[in-house]
Structure formats: C-alpha cells, structure tokens
C-alpha cells in the first residue's frame, strides 16, 4: 500500500494536486510555440495558489496549537501555536508565490523551485518539533519532488528556447 500512514484523502487529493503540474509540464514541451507561453503562465499561476495554500498549512497548526499535542498549556491559553515565527512563516510562502508571478518567467520558476523546496523544509521542521503529524513529511516529500520535477521540466523549455 502506497503510504499506509497518510490518511487516504490527504494522499489521493494531495497526488490529484500534481496533475496540474504534469499537464503543464507536458503542454509546455507539446503544444504549439505560440501557445507554450499560456501553458507556463497557467502552471505557475497554479504552482503559486498551491504554494500559498501550503504556507496556510501552518497557519492552521498554529491555531490548533501545536499540531499534534493539543491546544497549547493546560492552563487555557488558546493562543499558545500563535507565536510571531510560526505565522509569520506561513505568510512566506504566499509573498513569494506572489512574487513569482510579477517577474520574468524563468526567474520566476526558478523562485517557486526554491520556495517549494523551503517550504519543505519548513514542513520537516515543524514535524521534528511535534507541531505538525509524523505522516505529513511522507506525504509532503513525494509531492514537494513531484512539484520540483515538473516545474524543472518547464524550466528546461525555457533554457532550451
């Protein structure tokens, strides 16, 4: 079984998420030259609502206090996920999601390259410190090398033209 320790929607609606990437890549490669530059517009417009829905990821930890340990002290306080690092991080990845798409293309792909691997990072540093579940670094390295490769793959058009 495929990632037995992620919850069957986060992993089939998780792996569904790179079909827009899949196709871009491929249309950027396949169809006509006029109609590439569509293609790629399309993809990293896509690339960046993911990439802003992931840092919204953590901002939905940080309200749930830490993720997986419960709401914070036991004292009531309900505020004790909301720290300046933790949501601050997560309002990142859509600043730079946002950036990606008001510059040239390919520095712009090469941005989200960057920001995804960041975000995983980030992601990897919020499991080690029980702030996010065990079976999230599974689930978010697959498509974290899922999301790289595609874009890569688009990347490469723009090099190679």
Request: net charge positive; no cysteine; hydrophobic share 55%.
């Given at each position: 079984m495929l990632m037995p320790q992620?919850?069957?929607p986060a992993l089939?609606?998780?792996?569904?998420?790179?079909?827009p990437f899949a196709a871009g890549a491929?249309?950027?490669?396949s169809v006509d030259p006029?109609?590439?530059?569509?293609?790629?517009?399309?993809?990293?417009?896509?690339?960046a609502c993911i990439l802003s829905f992931m840092g919204a990821v953590h901002w939905g930890l940080a309200m749930a206090?830490?993720?997986?340990?419960?709401?914070?002290?036991?004292?009531?306080?309900?505020?004790?996920?909301?720290?300046w690092t933790r949501v601050g991080g997560s309002v990142i990845p859509p600043l730079l999601a946002?950036?990606?798409?008001?510059?040239?293309?390919m520095p712009g792909l090469i941005l989200?390259?960057?920001?995804?691997?960041?975000?995983?990072?980030a992601d990897l540093t919020a499991?080690?410190?029980?702030?996010?579940?065990?079976?999230?670094?599974?689930?978010?390295?697959a498509l974290t090398i899922g999301v790289v490769i595609c874009l890569g793959i688009s990347l490469m058009r723009l090099v190679v033209q």
């Open positions: 992620v919850p069957r089939w609606l998780g792996l569904a998420g790179l079909i491929v249309a950027i490669w006029r109609w590439s530059g569509v293609a790629l517009i399309v993809q990293m417009a896509y690339a206090g830490t993720g997986v340990a419960g709401p914070g002290p036991s004292n009531g306080d309900s505020h004790a996920g909301m720290t946002w950036l990606s798409l008001i510059m040239a293309p989200l390259i960057l920001s995804f691997v960041g975000l995983f990072w499991i080690r410190l029980g702030q996010a579940p065990t079976w999230y670094l599974p689930l978010r390295k």
